[in-house]
């Protein structure tokens, strides 16, 4: 009886004692150098010294000492950097790109009848403008929106899911879901031609019409007169400050079929595609994404239409409700008028402000860590945080986390006294060199968060928007994640939140690599 006894109690406690799972160890690549230099400062700062003894030597010590000082001034430009972890030259490109911007006057878009647009469409501005719309069946009979971006040779697929939320589901389940999500971007880098993934978490007002569509059709003729009151109070009521939940999980793959090969056309990649999406749809449900299926032309026409132009949210909703097809193409999807600014975005009667991540939650975090960040909020009408993968390759993963920490150990072993922070930066990245080797997947990921307020009767969504940054600036605390506005780029931030599949590095001028030797 003892025995049995002491078998109980431990059975009892032990949920009551498990320690709750942690996540961490997130790391951005950085390049070994000298006096925190990185790879291409170090060279510029070998190259200059030599410069200057050279013309010590030939020309003379007072063209010496301002080559010096020219070359330090630049030094100075890496080194100094701000919270975010911006340098100096970051900074003055960005300041100078924007000026260019507005010389140009690009960063004002007209469409319409009235507009240089051709056959005056409203076409999507930005990186989205020249990017085609087709529509595909795959293995199981559904159809799916394929988007061409030609720029890049990249298509896009859209997948819808369904959320199951972490209320009432305990810690063994939210692990399990944590632990098939992560295997599910590891197999990612696996997949042929893939060049990211994005899941956005959409949280806007909820218009009650699909609540009135609901009960209407449900309600029973010959109910009690007190049941179809209460009934028709809640119709009109509950709909006030409630909000609905959407998620997306877009796949962004190559048009060639390796790097240098011809580029495919929509049709070769669509019937490629469709034997692949019903396994890649399958694995999401596993990671508590729900039932995800595939995003049809007609509803991701709808999802754009809504992002540039909120208002019409009800009226497409109220279309749905009645069976009425929106017939929306993907040429009038885009805004009638939109204006960027350094550090907000003007379309059809919205303001929206975006903001990147720039450093990840530091230490050990749970899996609620991004929880507040998502929900809904009062002071936000519409509010939309985008995580954008790039999964790598296990050969590539197994360079870049050996690369890391060699530049690790660089830092730690040529400073006579490391810090802490270089110490724990070394264990850290011995840490995932040795969970690669064991099978671990390597992935990129950023993070975008865009606040849009609407221009209403009461009062202008001018006068509303810095209470919406001052609240997704105190969300953003709670999940412990860094977030900073995207100065000068407003329009092409809140393009790549959109469920669009938008792999920002392939869009730049200077490669991802070179910046990050910086």
Request: hydrophobic share 45%; charged share 20%; glycine share 8%.
């Amino acid at each position: 009886m003892a025995v049995v006894d002491d078998l109980e109690a431990g059975a009892r406690s032990t949920p009551a004692t498990r320690p709750e799972r942690t996540y961490g160890n997130f790391r951005a690549p950085r390049s070994a150098g000298i006096l925190g230099l990185g790879t291409v400062g170090t060279a510029v700062l070998l190259a200059g010294m030599v410069a200057v003894i050279v013309t010590t030597m030939f020309v003379g010590i007072l063209p010496a000492a301002v080559l010096a000082m020219v070359v330090a001034a630049f030094l100075g430009t890496l080194l100094v950097r701000d919270r975010h972890g911006r340098s100096g030259l970051a900074r003055v490109v960005a300041r100078a790109g924007w000026a260019a911007t507005r010389l140009q006057r690009a960063h004002l878009y007209r469409s319409g009848p009235l507009s240089h647009l051709p056959w005056g469409t409203h076409q999507l501005p930005g990186l989205l403008a020249a990017s085609r719309l087709s529509e595909h069946t795959d293995s199981y009979g559904r159809r799916f929106a394929l988007l061409a971006v030609p720029s890049t040779g990249d298509y896009t697929v859209v997948l819808a899911a369904e959320p199951d939320g972490a209320s009432l589901v305990d810690s063994e389940q939210i692990d399990s879901w944590v632990a098939h999500w992560g295997a599910w971007l590891a197999a990612l880098g696996n997949e042929p031609g893939l060049h990211g993934a994005t899941v956005t978490v959409e949280a806007a007002p909820d218009t009650g019409i699909r609540l009135r569509r609901e009960v209407e059709t449900n309600l029973d003729p010959d109910a009690p007169e007190l049941a179809r009151a209460m009934l028709t109070e809640v119709m009109a009521t509950y709909p006030a400050g409630s909000a609905s939940v959407r998620a997306w999980v877009t796949l962004t793959f190559s048009a060639a079929t390796r790097p240098g090969g011809p580029r495919r056309s929509a049709e070769q990649v669509g019937r490629d595609l469709a034997a692949r999406l019903p396994g890649l749809s399958a694995g999401l449900h596993a990671t508590g994404a729900g039932a995800a299926r595939p995003v049809s032309a007609a509803e991701l026409c709808e999802v754009m239409r809504t992002a540039y132009d909120p208002h019409a949210a009800r009226l497409i909703e109220q279309a749905r409700s009645a069976g009425v097809e929106t017939d929306l193409r993907w040429s009038d999807v885009g805004p009638v008028a939109a204006q960027a600014g350094y550090d907000r975005y003007r379309h059809d009667g919205a303001l929206s402000t975006t903001w990147s991540m720039t450093s990840p939650p530091r230490g050990e975090v749970f899996a609620t860590v991004l929880a507040q960040l998502l929900a809904p909020h009062h002071d936000v009408d519409r509010k939309r945080v985008t995580l954008l993968y790039r999964p790598l390759d296990a050969a590539k993963a197994a360079r870049v986390v050996e690369a890391d920490k060699r530049a690790a150990d660089f830092r730690l072993t040529s400073a006579a006294r490391p810090s802490a922070r270089a110490q724990s930066d070394q264990r850290a990245a011995e840490q995932a060199a040795r969970e690669e080797a064991r099978g671990a997947g390597l992935v990129n990921f950023a993070l975008l968060v865009t606040a849009t307020v609407l221009d209403t009767d009461a009062s202008p969504a001018s006068e509303r928007l810095p209470q919406a940054r001052a609240a997704v600036e105190t969300l953003a605390a709670t999940a412990r994640v860094a977030l900073r506005p995207v100065y000068g780029n407003q329009d092409t931030a809140f393009a790549a939140a959109l469920p669009a599949g938008l792999v920002l590095p392939r869009h730049l001028r200077v490669p991802t690599e070179i910046r990050e030797f910086l």
